[in-house]
Nanobody, 122 residues
Framework: QVQLVESGGGLVQAGGSLTLSCAAS????????RGWFRQAPGKEREFVAAVNRSGGSTSYSDSVKGRFTISRDNSKNTVYLQMNSLKPEDTAVYYC???????????????WGQGTQVTVSS
């Protein structure tokens, strides 16, 4: 079992930056690939970024590529999402998730955090 807790969300102006953190506990953190997803009101949950077990491979959605960076620190059992040049359309609840093999699919992830709200004002 893996427990995930997100933090770092908040209100920021367009063009600003935020860093989300996701702390893991339970089963060995380094045994899982990790992903960030987001869900805006009235929309389906969508893939944002993912990182493999070692941190050596990453994947991004086209909408955030070049602006967001995912990373992990296995010594701290934590994965991060650095978000720069934020836009109002980035407003959503952001979720951290864990899976055995890195994927962009929501259904591939076995464990989910409770989410953290990110609001970008124009």
């Amino acid at each position: 079992q893996v427990q995930l807790v997100e933090s770092g969300g908040g209100l920021v102006q367009a063009g600003g930056s935020l860093t989300l953190s996701c702390a893991a506990s339970g089963r060995a953190f380094s045994s899982h690939s990790r992903g960030w997803f987001r869900q805006a009101p009235g929309k389906e949950r969508e893939f944002v970024a993912a990182v493999n077990r070692s941190g050596g491979s990453t994947s991004y959605s086209d909408s955030v590529k070049g602006r967001f960076t995912i990373s992990r620190d296995n010594s701290k059992n934590t994965v991060y999402l650095q978000m720069n040049s934020l836009k109002p359309e980035d407003t959503a609840v952001y979720y951290c998730a864990a899976t055995q093999f890195m994927s962009v699919r929501v259904a591939a992830y076995d464990y989910w955090g409770q989410g953290t709200q990110v609001t970008v004002s124009s």
